[in-house]
């Protein structure tokens, strides 16, 4: 695994006089991640044990049961406007982690992330609000993530039609509690996908659906590419993968293992993944 | 500088010299790249005036959740939206009962039934504002997760719901206090800047629980407790001013009684609606109180939930 030539344009150095320098819109740099998971350690969950972590907070976090989980360590990365760049990596090797820590939603312990705007991220179990209907979802979810009400208005067929809810009969009028899981993670994505991001994370949210919603979903992302977004993809098909991303970055136990070309990543993963049965 | 392994343990590759240097600006850190193409850092708060900003921006969003939550809220009922007049109603009555007919707490309190059941539906409104706001970040998180929005946008929401089950409760009330001749007057505009003020209240107490109720969600099993407590000291079936004038207690505690918030919006309720209610039963400066704990909570906790922003939905 030699370092292929360089197979995008835009990572090219640019040479003219007219620079054509990617716009990185995500920048990790040196990131660790350390998660503290309350009640291991002996008598763990007892309430006595719960009294002592309060009680010696911070003198003895070992001794109190609290144990540190270092998820994700020194990743270093630049993304730039118009990639789409997949996260593989066996389970439990912090993808998801990396993700919620790029949309701010964990803190990091070292290091830093740069972000251009607010990425969004779309998890498997992201639920919107379960007792209203899928209508309402669409509706408030498109409000929620800063539309006018013409424009819900305006996208609100497109996001139903996209989302396939309807195909089986009028189901945008129920409640979301009674939707398949695959039905509601059609729904989120289509919701969020309806506002050009410009950092949109997937973490596994289009494993539910069936296979023309996942090429829908495909096509989508290379749309949002198109407009100078960067996506995101989490996802244990290598195929999903191949088909939509660019890049690929490994990780393995919290650690960047390989960052590349697909091709030339995933070929690296098959191997290992592959030996290691 | 596309594909370049990087030399971990399991498979350290023979990949001795790095890719070529980075080709456009040779030595510059992460942290001037992004300075230069204007990233921020990731869940980084915005600044106070642009988070006014953004909430304003979403002011329909926060309509709608709250009228949507609202429809929601008895859906999976038989009765459905009955329930939003029949449970403040069942509420009152069973005050009634305990309070006006076992306890006679109802003598020398001149329309009983309309002083219980204004008082009954007045602290309702904050009592469901602040229960609702300990629950609106961690019973939200989904929500918060998937979707970016000033989450403020949450607890101010539930208490805007809370508003509509009131305006809700308050036609069942006007029946009531029709049904008991109380006549109506002028004064019952006042149930305009009263509402105002208690749902400023509500609103910055909400926000405050939000926060709190996020860090530690084990404060939503303690709250009820302390609700109820509070309850039982606003006078909501009792009158204050009467129970002062009869009993010699401290001044501390007059003054503690008089100045309680949900005592004020109760009392100012009373005194807007039913007209044998008067003015001499209010605490001195009532409107200056009113609106000084409206202000006191409402901006306060509007900053006390903004200076933690960035950490809703962790963990």
Same mark, same amino acid.
């Given at each position: 695994?030699?370092?292929?030539?360089?197979?995008?344009?835009?990572?090219?150095?640019?040479?003219?006089?007219?620079?054509?320098?990617?716009?990185?819109?995500? %920048?990790?740099?040196?990131?660790?991640?350390?998660?503290?998971?309350?009640?291991? =350690?002996?008598?763990?969950?007892?309430?006595?044990?719960?009294?002592?972590?309060?009680?010696?907070?911070?003198?003895?976090?070992?001794?109190?049961?609290?144990?540190?989980?270092?998820?994700?360590?020194?990743?270093?990365?630049?993304?730039?406007?118009?990639?789409?760049?997949?996260?593989?990596?066996?389970?439990?090797?912090?993808?998801?982690?990396?993700?919620?820590?790029?949309?701010?939603?964990?803190?990091?312990?070292?290091?830093?992330?740069?972000?251009?705007? @607010?990425?969004?991220?779309?998890?498997?179990?992201?639920?919107?609000?379960?007792?209203?209907?899928?209508?309402?979802?669409?509706?408030?979810?498109?409000?929620?993530?800063?539309?006018?009400?013409?424009?819900?208005?305006?996208?609100?067929?497109? %996001?139903?039609?996209?989302?396939?809810?309807?195909?089986?009969?009028?189901?945008?009028?129920?409640?979301?509690?009674?939707?398949?899981? =695959?039905?509601?993670?059609?729904?989120?994505?289509?919701?969020?996908?309806?506002?050009?991001?410009?950092? *949109?994370?997937?973490?596994?949210?289009?494993?539910?659906?069936?296979? +023309?919603?996942?090429? /829908?979903?495909?096509?989508?992302?290379?749309?949002?590419?198109?407009?100078?977004?960067?996506?995101?993809?989490? +996802?244990?098909?290598?195929?999903?993968?191949?088909?939509?991303?660019?890049?690929?970055?490994?990780?393995?136990?919290?650690?960047?293992?390989?960052?590349?070309?697909?091709?030339?990543?995933?070929?690296? #993963?098959?191997?290992?993944?592959?030996?290691?049965? | 500088? +596309?594909?370049?392994? &990087?030399?971990?343990?399991?498979?350290?590759?023979?990949?001795?010299?790095?890719?070529?240097?980075?080709?456009?600006?040779?030595?510059?850190?992460?942290?001037?790249?992004?300075?230069?193409?204007?990233?921020?850092?990731?869940?980084?708060?915005?600044?106070?005036?642009? #988070?006014?900003?953004?909430?304003?921006?979403?002011?329909?969003?926060?309509?709608?959740?709250?009228?949507?939550?609202?429809?929601?809220?008895? +859906?999976?009922?038989?009765?459905? @939206?009955?329930?939003?007049?029949?449970?403040?109603?069942?509420?009152?009555?069973?005050?009634?009962?305990?309070?006006?007919?076992?306890?006679?707490?109802?003598?020398?309190?001149?329309?009983? %039934?309309?002083?219980?059941?204004?008082?009954?539906?007045?602290?309702?409104?904050?009592?469901?504002?602040?229960?609702?706001?300990?629950?609106?970040?961690?019973?939200? &998180?989904?929500?918060?997760?998937? *979707?970016?929005?000033?989450?403020?946008?949450?607890?101010?929401?539930?208490?805007?719901?809370? &508003?509509?089950?009131?305006?809700?409760?308050?036609?069942?009330?006007?029946?009531?206090?029709?049904?008991?001749?109380?006549?109506?007057?002028?004064? $019952?505009?006042?149930?305009?800047?009263?509402?105002? *003020?208690?749902?400023?209240?509500?609103?910055?107490?909400?926000?405050?629980?939000?926060?709190?109720?996020?860090?530690?969600?084990?404060?939503?099993?303690?709250?009820?407790?302390?609700?109820?407590?509070?309850?039982?000291?606003?006078?909501?079936?009792?009158?204050?001013?009467?129970?002062?004038?009869?009993?010699?207690?401290?001044? $501390?505690?007059?003054?503690?009684?008089?100045?309680?918030?949900?005592?004020? #919006?109760?009392?100012?309720?009373?005194?807007?609606? %039913?007209?044998?209610?008067?003015?001499?039963?209010?605490?001195?400066?009532?409107?200056?109180?009113?609106?000084? $704990?409206?202000?006191?909570?409402?901006?306060?906790?509007?900053?006390?939930?903004?200076?933690?922003?960035?950490?809703?939905? /962790?963990?």
């Amino acid at each position: 695994m030699a370092d292929t030539t360089l197979t995008r344009p835009h990572e090219q150095a640019p040479t003219g006089p007219v620079p054509t320098e990617p716009v990185p819109t995500v %920048i990790a740099d040196r990131v660790d991640i350390v998660y503290r998971v309350n009640g291991t =350690g002996a008598g763990r969950g007892t309430a006595t044990a719960a009294l002592n972590r309060i009680l010696r907070r911070k003198k003895a976090e070992k001794a109190a049961g609290v144990r540190k989980v270092h998820a994700v360590r020194n990743v270093s990365f630049t993304a730039y406007r118009g990639e789409a760049i997949g996260l593989i990596g066996t389970n439990g090797s912090g993808k998801s982690t990396l993700l919620k820590a790029v949309a701010g939603l964990l803190p990091v312990e070292n290091g830093r992330i740069y972000t251009d705007g @607010q990425p969004s991220l779309l998890g498997v179990n992201a639920a919107l609000m379960n007792d209203l209907t899928g209508e309402r979802n669409v509706h408030l979810g498109g409000l929620a993530m800063g539309m006018s009400r013409e424009q819900v208005k305006e996208r609100y067929q497109e %996001i139903v039609d996209f989302s396939g809810i309807n195909e089986k009969g009028d189901f945008i009028t129920l409640p979301m509690r009674t939707y398949s899981s =695959g039905m509601a993670a059609r729904l989120r994505f289509s919701i969020a996908a309806a506002k050009d991001h410009d950092v *949109l994370l997937i973490d596994e949210a289009l494993a539910t659906g069936d296979r +023309s919603f996942q090429k /829908r979903s495909e096509s989508r992302i290379r749309e949002l590419r198109k407009h100078a977004g960067t996506v995101f993809l989490v +996802s244990h098909n290598n195929k999903s993968i191949r088909d939509t991303c660019d890049r690929v970055l490994w990780l393995e136990r919290g650690e960047l293992r390989m960052d590349g070309a697909t091709e030339e990543v995933l070929r690296e #993963y098959e191997k290992f993944t592959g030996g290691k049965k | 500088m +596309s594909s370049r392994a &990087l030399p971990t343990p399991p498979t350290a590759t023979a990949h001795a010299q790095a890719p070529a240097p980075a080709p456009a600006p040779p030595t510059e850190s992460p942290a001037q790249l992004a300075a230069r193409h204007g990233l921020s850092v990731s869940g980084a708060r915005p600044s106070l005036p642009e #988070y006014i900003g953004q909430l304003w921006a979403r002011r329909h969003f926060i309509t709608a959740f709250a009228t949507a939550k609202l429809t929601a809220q008895y +859906s999976q009922a038989k009765l459905g @939206q009955v329930w939003q007049v029949a449970n403040p109603l069942l509420n009152a009555a069973v005050y009634y009962f305990i309070f006006g007919v076992l306890m006679g707490t109802s003598r020398g309190v001149p329309d009983y %039934i309309p002083f219980l059941v204004t008082g009954v539906f007045v602290w309702t409104f904050t009592q469901s504002s602040i229960m609702a706001g300990t629950r609106a970040i961690s019973g939200s &998180l989904g929500l918060v997760r998937a *979707l970016h929005f000033p989450r403020a946008a949450l607890p101010v929401s539930y208490a805007l719901q809370q &508003l509509q089950q009131l305006l809700f409760s308050m036609a069942a009330l006007v029946v009531i206090l029709l049904a008991f001749g109380v006549p109506v007057s002028a004064s $019952w505009l006042l149930i305009v800047p009263t509402l105002t *003020l208690q749902f400023m209240f509500n609103a910055g107490v909400a926000m405050i629980m939000a926060r709190v109720g996020a860090k530690t969600p084990d404060i939503s099993q303690l709250m009820p407790f302390v609700l109820r407590t509070w309850m039982y000291v606003s006078g909501v079936m009792w009158s204050i001013d009467k129970v002062l004038s009869h009993q010699d207690l401290p001044h $501390w505690v007059h003054l503690l009684l008089q100045c309680n918030p949900a005592a004020v #919006y109760i009392d100012l309720m009373r005194f807007a609606l %039913i007209d044998s209610f008067h003015a001499s039963q209010l605490p001195h400066h009532v409107w200056a109180l009113a609106l000084g $704990w409206a202000l006191l909570a409402g901006v306060g906790g509007f900053i006390y939930f903004w200076k933690a922003e960035e950490t809703y939905g /962790r963990g």
